[in-house]
């Protein structure tokens, strides 16, 4: 099975900072790797596909980058409403999925 | 609106089982597969499995393996996911959320949308 690992576990920023999070797979993955968003008491919703590709209605100040086995996910200038917990999620694995632990953002 | 809409919350004693509903809305049923994820609380997202609407094919997480079913009713575009022989730790939320195929590889998914959840609590 491949392990998806993040760090930090939690970090605590400033509004106007740049914020970066790191997923390192336990085996090389391509790109196939997803960023999730999930703000307290709500589901997760996709922020990131195929390790760069910006959803829809997400803001350009979120980008992510990465392949093989080390990905990060940047917030270019943090904002109040980034407060949230980040998911990364392998898809390399596919039908078969696996997801990091989770970093929590506090502003 | 593409949506998936989750039933409501549930409680169950240990040992006993629980039927949790995802009914899809705005969106061709059969042309996605659904999967389940679940969150304990304060803990992170563990991936359980996955349906094909269409043929009913499925696969599960190797520890959820002889547990849980997955199943589908296409003519009211509803997913189901039952666990069995419900443990403590088994109380979490349980999300439906539908997969994209994007293309190139049949490695290029990710989930979108993410149904409300479903907290279900086991407890004696």
């Known amino acids: 099975d491949i392990q998806m690992t993040q760090s930090p576990s939690s970090l605590s920023a400033s509004v106007g900072d740049r914020v970066t999070i790191t997923c390192r797979a336990s085996?090389?993955?391509?790109?196939?790797l997803n960023w999730y968003q999930q703000k307290p008491g709500k589901a997760p919703q996709l922020l990131i596909y195929?390790?760069?590709t910006l959803q829809s209605g997400v803001p350009s100040r979120f980008s992510g980058s990465g392949s093989g086995t080390s990905f990060t996910l940047t917030i270019s200038s943090l904002q109040p409403e980034d407060l949230a917990t980040y998911y990364c999620q392998e898809s390399f694995s596919a039908p078969l999925s696996s997801f990091g632990q989770g970093t929590k953002l506090e502003i | 609106q593409v949506q998936l809409v989750q039933s409501g919350a549930e409680v169950r004693k240990p040992g006993a089982s629980v039927k949790v509903s995802c009914k899809a809305v705005?969106?061709?049923?059969?042309?996605?597969?659904i999967n389940w994820v679940r969150q304990a609380p304060g803990q992170g997202l563990e991936w359980m499995g996955w349906i094909n609407p269409i043929n009913g094919h499925t696969g599960y997480a190797q520890r959820f393996q002889g547990r849980v079913t997955m199943t589908t009713t296409t003519s009211i575009s509803t997913a189901y996911m039952e666990l069995s022989s419900l443990e403590t730790e088994d109380t979490a939320v349980y999300y439906c959320a539908r997969r994209i195929l994007g293309t190139g590889s049949f490695r290029n998914i990710w989930f979108d949308p993410w149904g409300q959840g479903t907290l279900v609590t086991v407890s004696s």
């Open positions: 195929a390790a760069s």
């Open positions: 705005g969106y061709t049923f059969t042309g996605f597969d």
């Open positions: 085996q090389r993955i391509g790109t196939y």
